[in-house]
């Protein structure tokens, strides 16, 4: 079966670094997405990685092994608007989007 | 630039009623279009995708259809809500099989009672 985990809650301080980590199993690969998504809305797009490495864009990064089928996304200098759900998705062989549960991040002053 | 409505955003409803609930995308032409629904604390579950006019893949079977009458717009319907319908319902869209990211409406949240 298609299986991707990442942790349900993280706690962070505002200003600090956090790293989400996203595992998978699918059937093929095409890609990895992260999105944000704040309560009650819709997910807005972050990030997306084909190739292995690090992917950085602003305050946020992302960051892909395909060999080990990890993933991460590293947010640096946290804000208080950052406390959000990210959502890791992986593109299969069939190009169809398969979606971890969501990391749920609070931000604390 | 490429916009996407849905709605209603909120709804409440009673066992055994209709529903329909509407997306029209605005700003390109003969997109893929998407329902998902989300429960808590669960991945975006794919109900209905769409590649063109008329053309409709089930992805999982429930008391759910989907239809898309217009190149733009994509309906969910359901004829009898069930407990279990209720969720957070998602329309998105992207341009073509293999691009890249998708673009989600705001949601509706259903509640059914």
């Known amino acids: 079966g298609q299986n991707i985990d990442q942790p349900t809650e993280m706690t962070a301080t505002e200003g600090a670094i956090v790293q989400i980590n996203c595992t998978y199993q699918?059937?093929?690969?095409?890609?990895l997405f992260w999105y944000q998504q704040h309560a009650g809305e819709a997910p807005t797009f972050l990030s997306y990685?084909?190739l292995d490495g690090l992917e950085e864009k602003g305050r946020f990064s992302s960051f892909l092994s395909r060999s080990k089928g990890y993933s991460y996304l590293l947010l640096k200098e946290l804000q208080m608007k950052d406390s959000a759900s990210y959502l890791c998705?992986?593109?299969?062989?069939?190009?169809?989007?398969?979606w971890g549960a969501g990391t749920k991040l609070i931000i604390k002053p | 630039s490429q916009t996407i409505h849905q709605w209603p955003a909120t709804l409440v409803q009673p066992v055994g009623s209709p529903l329909s609930l509407e997306c029209t995308v605005e700003?390109?032409?003969?997109?893929?279009l998407y329902w998902y629904r989300q429960a808590a604390g669960r991945g975006l579950q794919l109900l209905f995708y769409?590649?063109?006019?008329?053309?409709i893949s089930s992805e999982v079977p429930q008391n759910l259809s989907a239809s898309r009458p217009q190149d733009r717009q994509f309906i969910l319907s359901s004829k009898k809500l069930l407990l279990s319908d209720s969720g957070f319902y998602l329309c998105?869209?992207?341009?073509?099989?293999?691009?890249?990211?998708?673009?989600f409406g705001e949601g509706s949240r259903l509640t059914v009672l």
């Open positions: 998105a869209w992207r341009i073509g099989w293999e691009a890249g990211e998708l673009f």
């Open positions: 700003g390109t032409s003969n997109p893929n």
């Open positions: 769409s590649v063109g006019i008329g053309q």
């Open positions: 699918t059937s093929g690969f095409n890609g």
């Open positions: 990685n084909v």
């Open positions: 998705a992986v593109r299969d062989s069939n190009y169809q989007l398969i």
